[in-house]
């Protein structure tokens, strides 16, 4: 839809919130690990398909919000909320 240029892409909204980037899945779970924690479990949260400025215009039905959670579940590389429970990595 050319709303966005890329997915990357830092919006007025991010810049206004000092949001200075964004993850994907493997990125994020890079830098838990990195951070030297280990990844319990990495689940997609919520699926937008619209910027935030248009889907706070939007008045949803509740099935649909249900759906756009689902579709998280179902495709987390798609969701633009991702969910990761960690435990501390004790090494030997």
């Known amino acids: 839809m050319e709303i966005v240029p890329t997915v990357e892409a830092t919006s007025e909204r991010n810049r206004f919130f000092h949001q200075p980037s964004k993850s994907r899945r493997e990125s994020l779970e890079r830098l838990v690990c990195n951070a030297g924690s280990e990844i319990a479990r990495s689940k997609g949260f919520f699926f937008k398909p619209f910027p935030h400025d248009i889907m706070n215009r939007m008045t ?33």
């Open 60 to 92: 949803l039905p509740p099935e649909i919000l249900r759906r756009l959670f689902y579709m998280a579940r179902r495709y987390p590389g798609l969701a633009c909320l991702l969910h990761v429970n960690t435990r501390k990595y004790l090494a030997p």
